[in-house]
């Protein structure tokens, strides 16, 4: 049985999310509502929200858990290419926190395959959106030509980093704006980004499951840390792990 919290309930302990026999694991709890607090809580613990349209708000803590490590960004020599591109193309940008919810907005409407709608309801983006009023909260986005062709935003704790949605509306638009997050990231040590579920997408650019005991014992050091500054442009794609900032042959 998943409990029922109310506003002021505590999370209940990890070990009592759903096994995978469930058919929903590493489900932990379930609210009416959702709020900045409740979500900061929640991230603090090693626990995300994710739900649909018509669903009380349902809270997770899976095991594995997927991690990318910034050092282990997977960077393939065409992808690579493309940066190099983009560095010395003055019509790329990339911005930080220019549009934040314009940017859930946009993650909010990108297709998703085997996915009809959005968990990224309005209730999801105004308690996303009072983080990052709270400098909690944060936007990578590509901009091209003054347009936002991709972009992401997750959470942002001491030196850990929660991913939550991409979207792109140009080819490898979404992969710049994360290669972004990457190379600051690296260079301000973060060893870690909550990538919470497995994707073929996620595996491909390095991203692997780790157990959630050890997942939560990085999380505990990290949260507590002091937190990174949160101003960058393109020129941080030089701290790409295994970039090499030469002219295109």
């Not at 409990?3 to 489900?27: K, Q, T, V, Y």
């Not at 395959?113 to 936007?139: C, F, K, M, N």
Request: net charge neutral; aromatic share 10%; with cysteine.
């Amino acid at each position: 049985m998943v409990p029922w919290l109310r506003a002021d309930d505590p999370f209940p302990p990890l070990e009592h999310a759903l096994g995978p026999s469930s058919g929903a694991a590493g489900l932990l709890a379930a609210t009416g509502e959702l709020s900045a607090q409740r979500l900061l809580d929640a991230y603090r613990c090693g626990i995300f929200p994710w739900y649909s349209n018509g669903q009380p708000v349902l809270w997770w803590s899976p095991d594995p858990r997927m991690v990318l490590q910034p050092e282990r960004f997977r960077l393939t020599k065409s992808f690579a290419k493309t940066l190099r591109h983009v560095l010395r193309d003055e019509a790329w940008e990339i911005r930080v926190d220019d549009h934040f919810t314009e940017v859930m907005r946009a993650c909010a409407r990108a297709p998703r395959i085997g996915q009809d709608g959005t968990w990224i309801t309005p209730e999801v983006i105004a308690a996303y959106s009072a983080l990052y009023r709270q400098g909690l909260a944060h936007s990578v986005e590509a901009w091209y030509q003054g347009r936002r062709v991709g972009g992401l935003y997750g959470v942002s704790l001491g030196t850990m980093f929660f991913g939550e949605s991409m979207f792109a509306s140009r080819t490898d638009a979404s992969k710049i704006a994360l290669a972004a997050l990457v190379g600051h990231l690296r260079a301000h040590g973060v060893q870690m980004i909550d990538c919470q579920q497995n994707t073929s997408h996620l595996a491909s650019l390095g991203a692997f499951e780790i157990a959630r005991r050890d997942f939560i014992t990085h999380l505990r050091g990290a949260v507590d840390a002091p937190p990174i500054p949160w101003r960058f442009d393109k020129t941080v794609l030089e701290a790409v792990p295994g970039f090499q900032p030469v002219s295109e042959q």
